[in-house]
């Protein structure tokens, strides 16, 4: 078993706080891919479609994603302190009715960035989901200490590319990405009830 270290304290955020950088991130993400789709390299988006179909294979993923990261944190110290880290700095400010957001903002906006933008400008081939999936894993590198948290997002990224060069649906990424999100609010808030 390995040592797991510390992490940083850090200032508690508001629940105003988080609220705010969730919405601005979500703009920043659709500002950043609107001026991507603006340059003469892009590869155009990759379409949102309403299909059953999509649903149900959006909804599979998201239930593959939750297992596995329930067995990590479960199995691997490292991880397990790396998310708690992150999901009591996110998580504990908000209210039961936040959640709605904690799901719906980064599950639309992230996956209109890297998989919906991103991923059809590096190809839709296994270059550009292991390009897009790494882009979308240091994004959730929050410091040294987050690397494990890092590596998840990173292979959790390479799924939700997969899936949607494989649907040809930006539907199913944004689904499973949403109901993942969901889900570890929901569970962390059950958890941590007072």
């Not at 703009?27 to 003469?40: G, R, V």
């Not at 400010?93 to 957001?101: E, G, I, K, M, Y």
């Amino acid at each position: 078993m390995e040592p797991v270290s510390p992490q940083p304290e850090l200032e508690p955020l508001s629940r105003t706080q988080i609220l705010i950088a969730m919405g601005l991130t979500a703009i920043l993400w659709l500002i950043l891919s609107k001026a991507l789709l603006q340059t003469p390299f892009a590869g155009g988006l990759l379409p949102l479609i309403w299909q059953p179909q999509a649903l149900m294979v959006g909804t599979l993923i998201a239930t593959g994603i939750i297992l596995a990261s329930s067995l990590l944190y479960q199995f691997w110290p490292t991880y397990q302190a790396a998310a708690d880290f992150y999901l009591e700095l996110v998580i504990r400010p908000l209210v039961w009715a936040d959640v709605f957001w904690l799901g719906l903002l980064p599950g639309l906006s992230e996956e209109l960035l890297f998989r919906g933008v991103l991923l059809p400008t590096l190809g839709l081939d296994w270059y550009g989901i292991i390009g897009s999936a790494i882009c979308f894993g240091i994004l959730h590198m929050g410091g040294k200490q987050q690397w494990p948290y890092a590596i998840w997002a990173t292979i959790v990224g390479g799924i939700l590319g997969y899936s949607a060069v494989a649907s040809g649906n930006l539907l199913v990424p944004v689904l499973a990405h949403t109901l993942t999100n969901w889900a570890a609010g929901v569970m962390w808030k059950l958890k941590h009830q007072p």
